[in-house]
């Protein structure tokens, strides 16, 4: 390899060391880019220096960092995933309830077609969800209760046609009410389907598939 | 912390380089609390020493191919990934620099009596060599390395003139670099 000057070698240091200011630094990086001995120089400066480190403890990384990692590097874009419209109903309401606080204010329109039911609730009881589905105009809600998912994380809805693979409905809102309309491709499918709710990274499963321990599942049952 | 050995350090940045994630999540293991520490050392600020752990993993992902295990030891590598991310960070917003070239001009002393240093392969040969530094200077490179201070601080820490600094500085780190690798 060419042999470097002191001076460069110095300037190589300094960089590492990190000790210059912004102009100077951005101007180094340029070297690096296009000089192959000066960056060369630069990485014998990280090796040389790196000892130097060894006086600083590891430390616990923030909890959920991993997650958060994962979501930004692997999720496939959001619009892909159906989404939730806010209610801004009262969370946490009991299935005898289910129906008529979900359709609270609502006005009437038509006689409503077939109407599914499903009580999800985690064997802990910490992580309830009750979902109304109506066939007629393709339109689930939900309402959330219980405890909201750990930072980092979201609760993913599930639905499991007979024999037939898990299709995200989309990520929960961690309380409240909230409704969306179901493809037209799987409406046809909800109709007996087993709902399935799963602990996920941020924003939802990465890759459309299903990460997370599933907290709680129950079928749709007509009402 | 439990030490990695550098064989698997290196095998694990060759399987990120190939896209494995499994790889990943078992370097991140491996290595955020250090990455994590080295951020929160010189940035001063959990948030931001947490952002910057984001930063830095990202670019571990997409940079894994230029690691060269060849040339650099594996988590030499990772910690200059993230100083330069936490240092770019913490320059940034800050007053530009004076200039400081004229502190090249200066020539350097004739290799002192620290050329002679021991030849070992323990890691804590740079102890050895900070030790025959003047201890202003050992002491002034330990605080720009491990705590991200400038060249503006130092110089305000001190009391001594951005260029007379930087000079002694530079001269320091040439000591060093003749006594870790003494030139033939």
């Known amino acids: ?223 | 912390m439990p030490e990695i050995p550098a064989d698997e350090l290196s095998h694990l940045l060759a399987r990120v380089a190939l896209r494995d994630r499994a790889a990943f999540r078992a370097l991140y293991d491996a290595t955020a609390p250090k990455l994590f520490a080295i951020c929160l050392r010189l940035l001063r600020d959990r948030r931001e020493a947490e952002d910057a752990l984001q930063e830095v993993f990202v670019k571990v992902w997409h940079r894994a191919d230029r690691f060269a295990s060849g040339v650099s030891h594996p988590s030499a590598w990772l910690n200059a990934v993230a100083r330069n991310h936490a240092i770019d960070r913490l320059r940034q917003g800050r007053a530009p620099s004076a200039d400081l070239g004229a502190a090249r001009e200066i020539p350097d002393p004739a290799p002192g009596p620290e050329a002679l240093a021991i030849n070992s392969d323990d890691g804590r040969r740079i102890d050895d060599c900070m030790g025959r530094l003047v201890p202003q200077r050992a002491e002034a490179i330990r605080l720009a390395y491990v705590e991200g201070e400038s060249y503006i601080e130092l110089s305000q820490r001190y009391e001594i003139p951005l260029n007379t600094l930087r000079t002694w500085l530079r001269r320091g780190l040439l000591q060093l670099r003749d006594c870790l690798a003494p030139r033939r």
């Open chain 1, 1 to 223: 390899m060419t042999p470097i000057s002191d001076d460069d070698s110095a300037l190589a240091g300094e960089y590492v060391l990190g000790a210059l200011g912004a102009d100077e630094r951005r101007a180094v990086q340029r070297r690096i880019a296009s000089d192959a001995a000066f960056a060369a120089e630069v990485a014998d400066w990280e090796s040389r220096l790196d000892p130097l480190l060894d006086d600083v403890p590891a430390q616990a990384p923030p909890a959920g960092g991993w997650a958060a990692l994962e979501t930004r590097l692997f999720a496939p874009p959001r619009a892909a995933r159906p989404r939730w419209a806010w209610l801004g109903l009262a969370s946490g309401v009991s299935t005898a309830l289910l129906a008529a606080v979900l359709w609270l204010g609502e006005p009437v329109q038509r006689a409503p077609g077939p109407l599914w039911v499903s009580d999800l609730v985690s064997p802990d009881g910490a992580v309830r969800l009750a979902a109304l589905y109506d066939a007629a105009r393709g339109e689930m809600r939900v309402s959330v209760g219980g405890d909201a998912p750990p930072p980092g994380r979201d609760f993913e809805l599930w639905m499991i046609a007979q024999g037939g693979a898990p299709v995200s409905l989309g990520v929960m809102p961690h309380s409240g009410a909230a409704a969306m309309t179901i493809p037209e491709d799987l409406r046809d499918a909800m109709a007996g389907a087993t709902l399935a709710i799963t602990d996920e990274p941020a924003g939802g499963a990465p890759g459309g598939q299903a990460t997370g321990p599933v907290l709680a599942t129950a079928p749709l049952r007509r009402i």
